[in-house]
């Protein structure tokens, strides 16, 4: 299986709205909604912004949001804040007990 | 404090198997499936398998088949990782995280383990 499709990098100025997309095939992303959103600041674990698609948990910004479309997942961030500049992650069911991540986006506010 | 707690950092050589433990502690640890996840030295993540921690089912990435082994020790509420005939491609760290549905694992990590660094160099 291979790794989902995910953008190097992306870029954006404070305030503005920035979409990271994630691409897979449809044996995973176009198949499951089971497709989360992970952020992670150097040096740290990934922390968990986006799940089951479209969820929040408790605690992260709206300014996340998550969608779909066929075989391909989004992740928005708006009114970008210096403390949104990570490395971000989608990942995916794929059957049989397995996930699959995606190969990750840094994300640098200008 | 609800937390994953990992084991302290390894050396080993190549040919070398290495085993990696993580102790939960603040949630029922039957409760929820624990999964292993590795990030080589400026790399993305790669899941590497699930375990259920009450009843030891494992499902491992078609990639470390063989060579990886997944179990629990619920009297410590304690997963263990070991992976076998490592090479310097084995170089990374590696988490535990906390599957946050019981009892159908919902493939989404809301609690995670502070990392162990595994390195493998001759």
């Known amino acids: 299986q291979s790794a989902l499709t995910q953008p190097p990098s992306a870029s954006g100025s404070p305030g503005q709205s920035v979409t990271i997309s994630c691409t897979g095939t449809?044996?995973?992303?176009?198949?499951?909604?089971?497709v989360s959103w992970y952020q992670q600041h150097p040096g740290n674990a990934p922390k968990i912004i986006i799940y089951?698609?479209?969820k929040r948990p408790s605690g992260v910004p709206d300014r996340f949001s998550g969608s779909k479309s066929g075989n391909t997942a989004s992740l928005t961030v708006s009114g970008l804040q210096a403390e949104d500049e990570a490395d971000y992650y989608c990942?995916?069911?794929?059957?049989?007990?397995?996930?699959?991540f995606g190969g990750g986006t840094k994300l640098t506010v200008l | 404090q609800v937390q994953l707690v990992q084991s302290g950092p390894e050396v080993k050589k190549p040919g070398a198997s290495v085993k990696v433990s993580c102790k939960a502690s603040?949630?029922?640890?039957?409760?929820?499936?624990l999964h292993w996840v590795r990030q080589a030295p400026g790399q993305g993540l790669e899941w590497m398998g699930i375990?259920?921690?009450?009843?030891?089912?494992?499902t491992h990435a078609e990639k470390f088949q063989g060579r990886v082994t997944m179990t629990s020790d619920t009297s410590t509420s304690t997963v263990y990782m070991e992976l076998g005939s490592l090479s310097s491609a084995d170089t990374a760290v590696y988490y535990c995280?906390?599957?946050?549905?019981?009892?159908?694992?919902?493939?989404?990590?809301?609690?995670w383990g502070q990392g162990t660094l595994v390195t493998v160099s001759s």
């Open positions: 995280a906390r599957d946050w549905s019981f009892p159908i694992p919902d493939y989404y990590f809301d609690l």
């Open positions: 603040g949630y029922n640890f039957n409760f929820h499936f």
């Open positions: 375990i259920n921690p009450s009843r030891g089912g494992t």
């Open positions: 449809s044996s995973d992303v176009g198949r499951y909604n089971y």
């Open positions: 089951e698609v479209i």
């Open positions: 990942s995916s069911y794929v059957g049989s007990n397995n996930l699959i």
